[in-house]
């Protein structure tokens, strides 16, 4: 596959062009991970854009976006691929009826037909350019941390009935992580390192202004910096940047001009998810 980008500069201007605003170190990371054809392993609190990171960067190189959702339970039948049972079932009962012979059966019930695709085996098969994002890879336990580790080493997945699948492409591979748990090192050997954290006011208040159309350049950094507030105070959740962004565009829906401590007060159910947290934040922007 060729390369995806041109230069470091190529990434941000690309990414800015989506309306991702990407700091140097994103730029950077992202355009190794093109170079090297390494998976990058993106941590960072919830909220700070690593999953929109994947979703930018496909909408960026015109790409397929495939993402694996990780869980607690996720298993190889869910990762990767598993067999129709359902379908062979029946193909069983209709050869029986016509007295086939179980070898024949067998050649038939395991062939493409019956195989049902999952995310990883999906992005080894595309033909297609894919950026491949395995969202919240902390969830799962270390057995599912393993196969992902061998299906990532060589990019290609061995199924007994069908042989070695061998991936025809490289795609841009992003492993987002909660930091929930402690991620494996053979894990993140094999992965460039990415930290994302919440932006500092002048970042934020370009994303509210590129995110929310219309907005003035004063009202926008007056929600940067309250955001900024809030999120210094000891919360169950920090307001995330989507969660800015929906407030912004309260205030411009409500006309608000400006933010006072009474609008602040109206409208943090927008910012905050937690009724303690709500009540912690009145008390300390508002009722101060």
């Known amino acids: ?36 054809e390494k998976p990058v392993l993106v941590e960072g609190p919830a909220g700070v854009g690593k999953t929109e990171l994947a ?7 015109g790409s397929r976006l495939i993402r694996l959702q990780c869980y607690e339970g996720l298993d190889e039948a869910k990762a990767l691929y598993e ?11 209709a050869d029986r009826e016509h007295e086939t012979s179980w070898e024949s059966v067998e ?20 033909e297609d350019p894919v950026v491949l994002l395995i969202d919240e890879v902390d969830r799962v336990e270390i057995e599912t941390e393993a196969l992902l580790l061998e299906v990532l080493s060589d990019f290609q997945v061995s199924i007994p009935e069908l042989g070695t699948i061998v991936g025809k492409q490289r795609p841009i ?9 402690e991620l494996s ?6 992965c460039l390192f990415l930290h994302v ?3 500092d006011v002048e970042r934020e208040k370009e994303i509210v202004r590129v995110r929310v159309p219309g ?20 919360l169950k959740k920090a307001p995330s940047i989507s969660e800015t962004i929906d407030w912004a565009r309260t205030l411009i829906y409500l006309g608000r001009s400006e933010i006072s401590p009474e609008v602040i007060g109206e409208t943090l159910h927008v910012l905050l998810k937690y009724q303690s947290d709500i009540a912690k934040a009145r008390k300390e922007l508002v009722e101060k």
């Open 107 to 126: 050649s038939d019930i395991f062939s493409e037909q019956f195989l049902l695709t999952r995310p990883l085996l999906e992005a080894i098969r595309a």
């Open 185 to 190: 090192e053979a894990l993140k050997r094999r």
């Open 55 to 61: 979703k930018a960067i496909a909408a960026a190189t």
């Open 83 to 93: 067999w129709n049972y359902k379908k062979q079932l029946l193909r069983i009962q």
């Open 215 to 234: 907005i003035d350049e004063e009202l926008a950094e007056q929600v940067a910096r309250v955001v900024r507030s809030v999120r210094t105070l000891d």
């Open 1 to 36: 596959m060729g390369e995806r980008f041109e230069s470091v500069a190529d990434v941000t201007e690309r990414l800015r062009a989506v309306d991702y605003l990407a700091d140097d170190d994103i730029a950077s990371v992202t355009y190794l991970a093109d170079r090297l």
């Open 197 to 199: 954290d919440y932006p």
């Open 173 to 181: 591979v992003l492993l987002t992580s909660n930091n929930t748990r």
